[in-house]
């Protein structure tokens, strides 16, 4: 298997860059497009585990559209051949410290996110 072949790194870099935009200008329809919509798709939450592209784009929709921008620090995306991907990303909002991680599969249709975790830290 082939780790970070420079062509799909720049791939999945220029959708997690999308993926970021779209969250802290909650542009939830990009948010939507970038989750695999499949009852399989999950994303922990902060204060919720979701299942299914349902319950997170109904997440999505209903979430307070302030307070959204953030600082990354320490990202890491990692490639596996050409079809699957890891972002691994820390963030800064005020005082507060978190984590997001991201599994990444390439389909028909384009990248996609198909497993989400978000916590925050101490």
Do not use: C
């Amino acid at each position: 298997m082939q780790i970070n072949l420079p062509d799909v790194l720049a791939e999945v870099s220029a959708e997690f860059a999308r993926y970021e935009q779209a969250l802290v200008s909650n542009d939830v329809a990009v948010l939507d497009e970038q989750f695999w919509n499949n009852p399989l798709t999950l994303r922990y939450g902060v204060g919720e585990n979701l299942y299914g592209w349902e319950a997170i784009a109904a997440f999505r929709s209903a979430r307070p559209a302030a307070g959204l921008a953030r600082t990354l620090e320490n990202t890491v995306i990692t490639t596996y051949g050409h079809d699957t991907a890891t972002a691994n990303t820390e963030f800064v909002r005020g005082a507060k410290r978190g984590r997001q991680s991201q599994t990444w599969v390439r389909f028909p249709q384009g990248w996609r996110i198909v497993s989400a975790h978000v916590s925050m830290m101490a």
